[in-house]
């Protein structure tokens, strides 16, 4: 078996439906930029739900460039 889609185990948020954190970048870059969008096209935080407040931290991070 050999992906040379290698995902690193860090990069992914919600672990019940295997999103990442670049599949949320990449939603919100397209307008996705709150939690129910980004739900409902992953799927994320319907699983155990414990993903739900860093996927929130995480889209405010991404949403807000970290002040230099
Ligand atoms: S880790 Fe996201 S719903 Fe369980």
Known sequence: MSS???????????????????KIKQLIQSGKSDIEAITSATGATTGCGSCD???????????????S
């Open 4 to 22: 040379n889609e290698t995902k690193n185990p860090d990069d992914i948020i919600c672990g019940c439906t295997g999103t990442s954190k670049e």
């Open 53 to 67: 407040v860093i996927i929130v931290n995480y889209i405010k991070q991404q949403k807000e460039p970290p002040s």
